[in-house]
């Protein structure tokens, strides 16, 4: 079975990366979606939340939905998965995330990582910048799955 690992801190959960996890069932068996947990940010959504959130609007089957701390490449060896996801919006996200590859294939050379662009329709959109806009009260509606956009919507309204 082939499988691949998107790994990210969907914090929130964009339409872009539905878009990335739809296009991926295409070339994977199964895709584990693994949220990073860093303990050194402080997230608007907890570990927990941010599950929840990508199995409610991931309704596949073949969507694995999961949680890591420390390196990405020791919890795809310990998944027994050699193939990391990432997206990639623009020219300005290659250079970290080649740097992020390399690194990853020093350190686990049997571990390949695939890249994939961004849909044109969200290649501007990142987590961060769909909570700085939420924060502010706009609308991000079409940027973020309804689930996402309702759980957004109230965790500001709590805070204004």
Known sequence: MRTAIYPGSFDPLTNGHLSIIQRALQMFDRVIVAVAV????VPLFSEEERKQL???ACQDPRVEVD????LLVEYAKKRN???LLRGLRAVSDFE????????NRKLAPGIET???????DYFYVSSQLVREVASFGGNVEGLVP???????RAKYAKQG
């Open 67 to 70: 949680a890591f701390h420390g």
């Open 146 to 152: 309804p689930n996402v956009l309702k759980v957004l």
């Open 114 to 120: 695939v890249f994939m662009m961004t849909g044109e």
């Open 54 to 56: 990508i199995l409610e």
């Open 38 to 41: 860093n303990p050194k940010k």
């Open 81 to 83: 998965v050699n193939v």
């Open 96 to 103: 970290y995330e080649f740097q992020l590859a390399n690194m």
